[in-house]
């Protein structure tokens, strides 16, 4: 199976910048469309940025012109940039991806993985 690991979360002030990232493990599988989601207590986890394999990108527009997603797929990392930094974007941000295994690749069957999450905290 596939894993995800994420790193770079942290806290800042507004106006700073953070750079996540977020590396998928395992063996035999290839990647297709990766992306970012946010969550804050009772509220639903939402979409922050998404990239699929061909390098295409969306937002949301609470990210539009401050953050930036990336990915280098021969190292099977997609990044987070966050730049001008806000107190509403405090949340615990968490990476996914599609995947397919080995034969299943043929098919077009995918999977689907979330990372465990890391913390963002910006203060005003």
């Known amino acids: 199976q596939v894993q995800l690991g994420e790193s770079g979360g942290g806290l800042v002030q507004a106006g700073e910048s953070l750079r996540l990232s977020c590396a998928a493990s395992?063996?035999?599988?290839?990647?297709?469309?990766m992306g970012w989601y946010r969550q804050v207590p009772g509220k639903q986890r939402e979409l922050v940025a998404r990239i699929t394999s061909g390098g295409s990108t969306n937002y949301a527009d609470s990210g539009k012109d401050r953050f930036t997603i990336s990915r280098d797929n021969a190292k099977n990392t997609v990044y987070l940039q966050m730049n001008s930094l806000k107190p509403e974007d405090t949340a615990v941000y968490y990476c996914n991806a599609d995947y397919c295994l080995r034969s299943e690749c043929l098919v077009d069957r995918y999977r689907e993985v979330w990372g465990q999450g890391t913390l963002v905290t910006v203060s005003s």
């Open positions: 395992g063996s035999g599988f290839r990647l297709n469309a």
